[in-house]
């Protein structure tokens, strides 16, 4: 292997966690009973692998747009597996725009409107670090955080998707977003 394909699997293996939170995004509480999304993340870094010379890109923010697009087609797979409706193009490009919504919705919750390059980039690096620092939260916490401040599920619904109270909700985000801020200032995220 040589030194170059080496950064690139190191920079894809840098977007694990960052692919997990969009998969558990986009995966309907139905679904994730059937479907484990670092599944998907495995099958998507996996179809990069395979076709990392076509990707094109030379910053993370590129690589992350190219992986994004990878885990559309991923989890159109997926949810055709599951559907009873034929393939429908319109769905499949909606597919991606959500996923990219996603990814939207989580840089927005890191910062404001800063649109320098240096800035962009930057946010590129703290949303990889977001996502890393989610996926260290224990699992309750994690999808609660998850499914209200990234989905924007109102409380009484996070409650009936993780099968807890709403007062055990409201614990489990509080604790979240704490331990959150805590890995995210301390920069153990990383």
């Given at each position: 292997m040589t030194a170059g394909e080496h950064e690139?699997?190191?920079a894809l293996e840098r977007c694990r966690e960052y692919l997990g939170v969009l998969a558990r995004f986009q995966l309907s509480p139905r679904l994730q009973s059937k479907v484990d999304s670092s599944d998907l993340v495995q099958q998507t870094l996996l179809k990069a692998h395979e076709n990392i010379?076509?990707?094109?890109?030379?910053?993370?923010?590129?690589?992350m747009a190219w992986l994004r697009r990878i885990l559309a087609n991923e989890l159109g797979v997926v949810i055709r597996k599951f559907a009873t409706?034929?393939?429908?193009l319109k769905r499949?490009?909606?597919l991606q725009a959500r996923v990219d919504e996603s990814s939207t919705r989580l840089e927005a919750w890191l910062a404001g409107d800063q649109t320098s390059p240096s800035v962009c980039a930057m946010r590129k690096e703290q949303l990889l670090l977001l996502a890393t620092a989610l996926a260290q939260l224990p699992a309750e916490q994690r999808r609660a955080?998850?499914?209200?401040?990234?989905q924007e599920y109102p409380v009484a619904e996070v409650a009936?998707?993780?099968g807890r109270s709403e007062e055990a909700v409201v614990g489990l985000l509080y604790r979240g977003l704490k331990r959150l801020r805590q890995l995210l200032e301390d920069g153990s995220a990383g």
């Open positions: 690139q699997r190191e010379h076509q990707f094109r890109g030379s910053d993370t923010g590129e690589l409706e034929a393939r429908d499949e490009h909606s955080v998850e499914l209200h401040h990234f009936k998707f993780i």
